[in-house]
């Protein structure tokens, strides 16, 4: 059974950090990339970072400088450090594969952890 359970959001101010945690099970954790998307209030879901089973991250320029993604592999969890954080980094994030995980033709998502910057 697939899950993706994340955890570690919450209401910060402007320029504040905070660490996201998404804990995967039901496939082969390892050899999947893995990344963190957001959708912000009124905004389509977008993807942020991704990492490979051995380490090799990118992140969209928004971010770039700011988040940095790690995963343990044994522990089937990915993290994201947020720094700096910005109000519209506003968000419900969830964590997936890349491409997202499909389990009856559609993409399966967890519930998400939601992060509010206050400015």
């Known amino acids: 059974q697939v899950q993706l359970v994340e955890s570690g959001g919450g209401l910060v101010q402007a320029g504040g950090s905070l660490r996201l945690s998404c804990t995967c099970s039901g496939f082969t954790f390892t050899y999947n990339v893995i990344g963190w998307y957001r959708q912000g209030p009124g905004k389509e879901r977008e993807l942020i970072s991704t990492?490979?089973?051995?380490?090799?991250?990118n992140y969209v320029d928004s971010v770039k400088g700011r988040f940095t993604i790690s995963r343990d592999n044994a522990k089937n969890t990915v993290y994201l450090q947020m720094s700096s954080l910005k109000p519209e980094d506003t968000a419900v994030y969830y964590c997936n594969t890349h491409p997202p995980l499909r389990i009856n033709r559609k993409n399966y998502w967890g519930q998400g952890t939601q992060v509010t910057v206050s400015s």
């Open positions: 990492i490979t089973g051995t380490g090799g991250a």
